[in-house]
């Protein structure tokens, strides 16, 4: 078998899938099947499109590895060994060395909490950056008010944020508040920015008055009132104060002297209620003001009023008299009595003395309004993904009394990309605001509009729907499997379920997992292989039908380990390593019946499963062979031949072509040294057992002549040196 990796050095850009190839090429004259292993990374990172490469003969082929490094991964360099090797030969194999260099990416998100703040003077908004990407990252912090209105201020102004954490600056905004009317919006552009990430969300200050408006028209109706009692005491005054009536008058007419008729003795009043023509409640804040009709038809003003909250008012202290009526609100059509445009239509209103008119009602109609603003998708979305904004008038309830509810008003739905405007909407009323996209959560939230009101919606940001996966689990022959667990991971996302063993056998769901996301399904039971299935999840996907094929079984494994004389060798350790799984044995150090010294055996091994199975003996060179089983089975002769971790050197010194006894021969590698004799049987022979692979010097000394040869020891080397010494 021969390989080729391309390349052996790949850029990695987190999240992505990164595809190495390995070229195979079958140099054996039989079918073979290649598979691969991947150790230095995290396993669930690693898939395999194809398990087992199938070659004939002098045929070539390409055997892919996917590898998807989560998001947040360091930035870095990461040495990974890819072992390819033989499902029917586990001597045929190779390993290749791979560098993967994890690029970095820069990804954040920004959100503010609150978005929308109502206070006087200042206020303060929290700006949450998190940092999606894999390398620490500095965000320098802006808060900016386009009308130079507001001070705004942010703290820290650089922001440091750790991969797959997030960071909070707080931004603090103050300026002057208004004196009188309503609340006033004002807009707060915060960013945060690094690199080429320019990240900006708009935070909403509504600041309130110090004198709200209410007080104001309070205090303008009390003002009101005090002008005409003092007009009216003044002309009162003058008329007292002028000449006597001409006209004869009986002389004990004024006999009484002068008297003043107070104004409560004659004085009437009027009562009524405003409410909205779109909702039919009460409205608060109605300037209602009384004209009183003259004898030549003209108007003057005689008193006026403000309604309270349920809308009903009160005018009190009028003298008797025709009268027409006035309602003025911001926001609202001038209206007179009863529905009327002008004075001259209104209906003329008689108050006698001491007189009360109840029951003056009448409806007013807002000015249309409209609802602007924006709503935006995360950044995970396809970009120019529509969203359906719909608007819906909120109405009342049935009517107490029995008669049918009006007709419900028709939503108003616009397609967009960001923008939203809605224009000409009645009001006053309540509209309920629901933004909608595929794949993405709703949002549905209620605003109120007051008479002719722009309304303001703040950016609305949906977040992708939660997904599912379902799908059924089965055996080899088709059969659903229960008590089959399916754990569903993707970073720190870790969700579990398990196939029921009763009713629907073999299903499984899990859901509420955050999307889009990259999944890894896991599936799990005894005496059954597992399987690892890796998919993507797209924005609130509900992925169905992803099924699994569980191969249930063991193998087993038998051989034998000799010396390389052929010998069996007992007490060899066999140890059987795949994955998560690992087993040991040993071979037998005595004979038995159809077995010998030496052999072993090896069972339960979970299948399908590719085994490393490593033979260790003290005094001889670990020995690995690879083992693949796709279907239960057994694999006999799985055998090695073990080589001695140590040599010997043996040799016979001669002198003048015969045999020395006792000459003295040193065997040194530098540091130690050890010293032996020629012995006289086997005459002139020396012996160093257990000899550590190395190089050394051989020094053999005799009768004053002296030899020094240089050794190259390898493991399980018998090296024989004879050597021959001069003569004196």
């Known amino acids: 078998m021969r390989t080729e990796l391309h390349p052996p050095e790949v850029p990695v850009t987190p999240g992505d899938v990164t595809i190495i190839e390995i070229e195979v090429a079958n140099t054996a004259e039989v079918i073979d099947g290649v598979t691969a292993r991947v150790e230095g990374i995290d396993p669930t990172w690693v898939q395999f499109p194809t398990p ?64 929308v703040a109502t206070k006087g003077k200042r206020a303060m908004f929290a700006a949450i950056v998190t940092n ?9 912090m802006t808060a900016v008010d386009e009308t130079r209105v507001l001070d705004c201020t942010a703290h820290p102004l650089t922001l440091t944020v750790l991969p797959g954490a997030a960071g909070v600056a707080e931004i603090q905004v103050r300026g002057p508040r208004p004196w009188f009317g309503q609340p006033i919006a004002r807009t707060v552009e915060i960013g945060a920015a690094t690199g080429d990430i320019r990240l900006r969300e708009v935070a909403t200050f509504n600041q309130k008055p110090r004198i709200p408006r209410g007080l104001l028209t309070v205090a303008l109706l009390a003002g009101i009132v005090a002008l005409w009692a003092a007009i009216f005491l003044v002309g009162v005054d003058l008329i007292r104060g002028g000449n006597d009536p001409a006209k004869a008058v009986a002389v004990n007419f004024n006999s009484g002297g002068v008297q003043d008729v107070p104004l409560a003795a004659v004085a009437g009043s009027m009562l009524g209620k405003v409410t909205a023509t779109s909702t039919g409640e009460g409205l608060e804040r109605i300037t209602v003001e009384a004209f009183r009709v003259t004898a030549t038809g003209d108007t003057e003003l005689s008193g006026s009023a403000g309604t309270a909250e349920d809308g009903t008012y009160t005018l009190a202290s009028l003298l008797p008299g025709s009268y027409v009526l006035r309602f003025t609100a911001e926001g609202f059509d001038e209206l007179w009595y009863p529905d009327a445009t002008t004075p001259a239509a209104a209906a003329p209103i008689e108050l006698d003395p001491l007189g009360e008119v109840p029951g003056l009602d009448v409806a007013m109609t807002g000015q249309g309004g409209s609802f602007v603003g924006t709503v935006e998708l995360p950044d995970s979305a396809v970009p120019g993904q529509p969203m359906t904004v719909t608007l819906t008038q909120l109405v009342e309830e049935a009517p107490q009394d029995g008669s049918p509810p009006p007709p419900p008003p028709v939503p108003m739905v616009q397609e967009t990309t960001g923008p939203v405007s809605f224009e000409g909407l009645v009001t006053p009323a309540t509209y309920r605001v629901t933004v909608e996209a595929a794949g993405f959560e709703p949002q549905s939230f209620d605003q109120t509009l007051t008479g002719g009101q722009t309304g303001v919606l703040n950016t609305v940001r949906l977040g992708a729907a939660t997904g599912s996966i379902s799908g059924t689990v089965r055996s080899s022959d088709g059969a659903p499997l229960g008590n089959v667990k399916v754990t569903v991971t993707s970073g720190d996302i870790e969700k579990e379920a398990t196939t029921p063993t009763a009713g629907n056998v073999g299903s499984f769901l899990v859901d509420g997992l955050d999307t889009p996301r990259t999944y890894v ?15 993507d999840l797209g924005a609130g996907e509900a992925r169905a039908g992803v099924d699994a094929v569980l191969t249930g079984g063991t193998g087993s494994i038998t051989g034998t380990a000799t010396d390389a004389g052929g010998s069996g060798l007992g007490g060899v350790v066999v140890t059987a390593t795949g994955g998560d799984f690992s087993a040991d044995t040993a071979t037998l150090t005595t004979a038995g019946a159809g077995v010998g010294v030496g052999s072993y055996t090896m069972s339960d091994l979970p299948t399908p499963g590719f085994y490393a199975v490593t033979f260790s003996l003290s005094g001889y060179v670990s020995e690995t062979r690879s083992v693949g089983f796709l279907v239960p089975g057994r694999q006999s002769d799985v055998s090695v031949v073990m080589r001695r971790s140590d040599a010997t050197i043996i040799g016979t010194v001669r002198q003048g072509g015969q045999p020395v006894v006792g000459a003295a021969v040193q065997l040194s590698d530098g540091l130690t040294s050890r010293t032996t004799a020629t012995a006289s049987v086997p005459n002139g022979g020396y012996t160093f057992t257990g000899v550590t692979p190395g190089s050394y010097t051989l020094t053999v000394t005799s009768s004053g002549v002296r030899r020094i040869l240089l050794v190259q020891v390898l493991a399980g080397d018998a090296l024989v040196r004879d050597v021959a010494l001069g003569v004196p």
């Open 521 to 535: 399904l896991t599936f799990e039971t005894a005496g059954f292989s597992s399987q690892t299935i890796a998919l």
């Open 52 to 115: 087992v490469l199938s070659l004939f003969p002098e045929t070539t082929g390409t055997l892919p590895i996917h590898v998807r490094f989560p998001p947040t991964t360091v930035v870095g360099d990461y040495l990974v060994i890819i072992t390819v090797e033989s499902t029917i030969d586990p001597a045929r194999r190779s390993t290749h060395d791979l560098w993967l260099h994890v690029d970095p990416i820069q990804s954040a998100t920004l959100r503010l909490r609150p978005s």
């Open 132 to 140: 999606d990407g894999n390398v620490t990252t500095d965000f320098t």
